[in-house]
């Protein structure tokens, strides 16, 4: 193939997933301001007071905290996607980082009655140090934490590893005892707004954007990741620094 048909491939490739996420973003933000307009349009028109004006009142402040939440995740996504945008790199201890991390989330598991614990088996200040962006690192592990604890029970658990495989790599590990993913989507998990239990996505408020921002973050550290799920069981992702 020449290089000037090569080059109008890509092009033509990078349109159309230029138009499909717009289209993809345009769908999942007209869901929450749907609502937001309906009950804000109740309580205006003075159709709810009392205790029905509380709960429409909860419902688009839900609704805008979704709404928020996708808007940040999509800015995120176009700063990963931008070759422009630079990531600073200095020498940080994923220990550390994660660590962190799993403190910010301790709140939530406990309120939602799943146990979240750290592992670190001899491992911290000796293997750990990378020079690499604390940002992504943490933005690697809070989505993972996010996202397994939106699909995981109440009294599940999750079980986050920093270790060292047989490469001397650093590996980030979060295993839940979720609902987990059967084999035929699970090539798919990374993809923007793919959702495998839409349902409980709609549930939990997850934008099916939080896998993809791991894997952009992963391959802007040079990272590999790989994922083990059965269904009913749990899932297990590896990111392999």
């Known amino acids: 193939m020449s290089t000037s048909k090569e080059k109008e491939r890509l092009q033509k490739e990078a349109e159309n997933a230029r138009i499909n996420f717009c289209a993809n973003v345009t769908h999942q933000l007209k869901t929450p301001l749907h609502s937001i307009l309906g009950y804000s349009e109740l309580i205006a028109n003075g159709m709810a007071a009392g205790e029905d004006a509380r709960k429409f009142g909860f419902r688009i402040h839900m609704e805008a905290q979704k709404t928020l939440s996708m808007v940040n995740e999509i800015l995120a996504l176009s700063r990963l996607d931008d ?5 600073e790199k200095r020498d940080v201890d994923i220990c550390a980082v ?3 991390v799993v403190t910010s989330f301790k709140n939530m598991a406990e309120m939602k009655g799943v146990s979240l614990e750290l592992e670190t088996p001899g491992v911290c200040d000796k293997n750990t140090i990378l020079n690499a962006s604390s940002k992504l690192l943490g933005c690697i592990a809070e989505n993972l934490i996010d996202n397994a604890l939106r699909f995981t029970e109440s009294g599940g658990s999750i079980n986050v590893y920093v270790s060292v495989n047989s490469d001397s790599r650093p590996v980030l590990t979060v295993k839940d005892t979720g609902i987990g993913i059967p084999y035929e989507e699970q090539d798919k998990v990374f993809q923007r707004f793919y959702r495998v239990d839409k349902s409980a996505s709609s549930e939990t408020g997850g934008t099916g954007l939080g896998l993809t921002i791991v894997k952009r973050s992963a391959w802007r550290l040079g990272a ?3 994922l ?6 749990g899932t297990e992702i590896r990111v392999i620094f």
Do not use: L, R
């Not at 070759?83 to 990531?87: D, E, M, V």
């Not at 083990?228 to 069981?233: A, D, F, Q, Y």
């Open 83 to 87: 070759p422009g945008q630079i990531f």
């Open 98 to 100: 994660v660590s962190d």
């Open 224 to 226: 590999d990741i790989e």
């Open 228 to 233: 083990e799920s059965v269904p009913g069981k």
